[in-house]
């Protein structure tokens, strides 16, 4: 059955539900009030929620698609030399640094633009940028707006707002409601690692003014009592690092303007998509490792650098 | 008068004289006042630290990202559901003419639900260093609680909705009061939004419920948590409280029912205009733009019926503590009704979006109307809870002058706070840094404001457990009208 069709079929029923409803209610007798009012509270609530939420999330742009996740696992992660490389299907590869996140306007995702999801380091940084709570007060979308775009840019380049495809792999998402700091979508790339550690450690050294709390309980002491960034500072901000240019996906001029519910696939996609009718899915490599050099790399780390 | 005249209502069988055990009330009251002061108290913790940074800097539990969500989640699951539940479980007996179906019923939501706060609140402070996923907050704002809380939480819920639903079904009144509508819709809309707001993203095949499906549902639930519990809940407690307070009758039946019918067809629409301009689809952002605008009429049926009911009485407020609590309420829940879908214009919303004026406006819904219901209803029912004057008439009247000077405070810096700030960043030439500098001074208001309600909290708290605990002798009726400030009425 066709997506539309269902979805007819769905509004014709709690429609005719509703019409039941009234006609039953005009008639009522004051011993049914109870019941009547239950099933009206339930009705009102059905349409709400196919409306606002049921529809949208049909929506191909919410959700990764096949294409996304083929790219995936074509992508091979290698070691040489103590450098972390990522190669694409097609031969392109870049260098990622020592955190795995992407150097400078490299980007981690696929170059013809899909986006992959996160490494387990990265994941694991989200889940600590989750526990202590960096969505309380930073987003993660700007908006079609000067202001955002300009305040945000990187560079001489603007901003580019907030696209649908940039959340796929996100869970939970962390766009946020409010900017008692800055908003954190174009962030990577803009500060280095180093800068990060000593500004989690210590924020108003770096940033005088600011009311970040100092989060000295993620770090480490070494032998001489010298703070030096754990595991779970670490992967917070390989996460951070990735939250830029790399994963963005904005290409107005190819998207189909008509037809259906909504611009779905993206033309890249829908070869991808059509792609794998032929083709032998396989995973090159395990495409989770690779970052395990990072244990190695033990800074010390003073609040004064 | 008895019920059936303030409410306009013809009992098809005249009940007996029922002699009411409020045991489950008093169980929910106690749970919540004691919330109350706790998360009251971290509330303020989190606005000092705004100003002082470094406060309490060293425990990483009291660190502000995890207090802000304590206090967040605490105050609407933790204080102001357990008091609609104590306040259901006098009214709703009352209302359908009937007992309680189970009392211990009631005792044991109580501890169930007190359980799930206090297992959720453990874990949001000092996850323990776990990325259990089951037992972190879900990062999600409104969505908190870790998932094994909000097992316990939703038990607790549908045992309240089996014990009232079988109140509701052995009721000697057969026709229903407004106020009875609402409460129903509470029980029943509570136990949807929470399922559908707590289960997908989790439960679901994975990449089910991802990016911006997650978001979608996040504010599903997160407008719905205001709109369809806080909001019929706190109504359906003024449509009591009002008529009874004031000893006047409903001004008008056809009114309510348009406002119940009109809530509950438009508030669910509205989840996504908490992401006007963000990356979901332009159509739903005007559609959630458009229902949040049809909200008047719900919203003006309401304040309409609350206000025609105080036709005449208006004298009342002197001294009459309860219905200064309900009046002020009324007042605030016009004001944030306007606020509301002005926000949700998109040029007001390019402004004042991410800023501090939505915390002002978030806080005028839950504090400044529904919170204020809350108390008005512990002040009526707690005196005839225990058939007590309430302990000090005094110490009511200051809780209500620093709640709603110390909320016009509080609100008032934020709104101009935050105005200022998003008319800031529309300047790309003023450093981030600066424009939260400027915000400062705001802030320091803001804190005091909030000391100022907390401090009403407390001595909300005192006086109730004085009431409780002050042997005094049974008090009539008559009495009891005396104790919540319309002598005048009960001596006329």
């Known amino acids: 059955m066709k997506l539309e069709t269902e979805i007819w079929l769905f509004v014709a029923v709690v429609g005719l539900s509703m019409l039941c409803w009234l006609l039953w209610l005009i008639k009522m007798k004051p011993e049914k009030s109870a019941t009547a009012t239950a099933i009206g509270i339930g009705l009102t609530f059905s349409i709400g929620l196919l409306f606002t939420i049921l529809i949208p999330s049909f929506n191909k742009n919410w959700s990764p698609n096949t294409a996304d996740q083929e790219a995936r696992y074509h992508a091979v992660d290698k070691v040489e030399n103590g450098v972390l490389w990522r190669q694409w299907p097609d031969g392109t590869q870049f260098q990622a640094t020592d955190s795995g996140h992407p150097n400078g306007n490299i980007t981690m995702d696929a170059p013809d633009g899909t986006i992959v999801g996160y490494t387990p380091l990265e994941q694991y940084g989200r889940h600590v940028y989750q526990r202590e709570g960096c969505m309380y007060c930073h987003t993660q979308q700007v908006r079609p707006l000067y202001g955002d775009e300009m305040r945000f840019s990187v560079g001489a380049s603007l901003a580019l707002p907030a696209d649908e495809r940039e959340y796929v792999f996100d869970q939970p998402h962390f766009l946020g409601t409010r900017r008692i700091g800055p908003d954190l979508s174009r962030e990577g790339g803009k500060y280095s690692d180093d800068w990060h550690y000593s500004h989690f450690f210590s924020p108003r050294q770096m940033v005088p003014g600011s009311i970040m709390p100092a989060f000295t309980w993620l770090f480490d002491k070494d032998a001489d009592g010298n703070p030096i960034p754990s595991k779970d500072v670490r992967a917070l901000v390989a996460y951070v690092q990735t939250l830029g240019y790399g994963r963005l996906v904005y290409e107005p001029a190819t998207y189909p303007t008509t037809g259906g519910w909504g611009p779905w696939l993206r033309p890249a996609d829908q070869q991808l998509y059509q792609k794998k009718g032929t083709e032998q899915v396989e995973r090159a490599v395990q495409p989770i490792h690779g970052h395990d050099q990072l244990s190695n790399t033990n800074k010390v780390l003073s609040p004064s650098n | ?492």
């Open chain 2, 1 to 492: 008068m008895a019920v059936d005249q303030i409410m306009k209502i013809q009992p098809s069988v005249q009940p007996e004289r029922l002699n009411h055990e409020d045991v489950a009330a008093k169980w929910a009251l106690w749970a919540s006042v004691g919330y109350l002061c706790m998360f009251g108290t971290l509330g303020v913790i989190t606005a000092i630290k705004f100003v002082i940074p470094d406060f309490f800097s060293n425990y990483d539990w009291l660190s502000w990202p995890r207090i802000r969500p304590a206090h967040v989640q605490g105050m609407i699951f933790g204080w102001l559901l357990p008091m609609y539940m104590a306040q259901f479980y006098y009214v709703v007996p009352r209302l359908t003419g009937t007992k309680l179906y189970s009392e211990k019923l009631g005792i044991a939501t109580t501890i169930v639900w007190s359980i799930g706060i206090a297992w959720a609140t453990f874990f949001l402070l000092d996850p323990a260093n776990s990325l259990n996923p089951w037992l972190m907050t879900k990062g999600k704002e409104y969505e908190d609680y870790d998932t094994v809380s909000n097992i316990f939480l939703f038990v607790g819920w549908v045992m309240l909705l089996w014990n009232l639903g079988n109140t509701f079904a052995r009721r000697k009144y057969k026709q229903m009061y407004a106020a009875l509508w609402y409460i129903m819709g509470c029980l029943l809309w509570t136990a949807f939004v929470y399922l559908i707001g707590n289960w997908p993203s989790q439960l679901l095949p994975q990449y089910a419920f991802r990016g911006l499906n997650d978001a979608n549902i996040n504010w599903f639930y997160g407008h719905s948590i205001v709109g369809l519990i806080a909001t019929p809940g706190g109504l359906g407690l003024a449509y009591y409280f009002i008529p009874k307070a004031a000893n006047a009758p409903l001004y008008s039946h056809k009114l309510s029912l348009i406002g119940f019918w009109t809530l509950g067809a438009i508030y669910i629409w509205n989840g996504a205009h908490h992401m006007i301009y963000g990356p979901i689809p332009y159509w739903l952002q005007t559609v959630a733009t458009i229902f949040s605008f049809l909200l008047f009429i719900p919203v003006f049926s309401v304040i309409t019926n609350f206000f025609g009911t105080m036709r005449g009485e208006w004298h009342q407020l002197r001294n009459n503590v309860v219905l200064k609590f309900l009046m002020a309420g009324t007042v605030f829940y016009l004001l944030t009704c306007i606020q509301g879908p002005l926000q949700a214009l998109r040029a007001m919303s390019a402004v004042v979006h991410f800023t501090d004026y939505t915390i002002g406006h978030a806080h005028m819904a839950l504090f400044g109307t529904f919170t204020l219901y809350a108390f008005a209803g512990a002040y009526y029912s707690v005196p005839r809870i225990y058939r007590k004057p309430l302990y000090s008439e005094g110490m009511a009247e200051w809780h209500f002058w620093l709640s709603f000077l110390g909320f016009i405070l509080f609100s008032t810096a934020l709104w101009i706070g935050g105005f200022m700030q998003g008319i800031e960043w529309t300047d790309p030439s003023i450093p981030f840094i600066q424009t939260v500098r400027d915000v400062e001074p705001y802030w320091h208001a803001r804190a005091i404001g909030g000391m100022l309600m907390l401090t009403g909290m407390y001595l909300f708290a005192f006086n109730l457990y004085k009431t409780a605990t002050v042997p005094a002798p049974k008090a009539t009726e008559g009495q009891l009208n005396v104790a919540d400030g319309s002598e005048a009425v009960a001596t006329a």
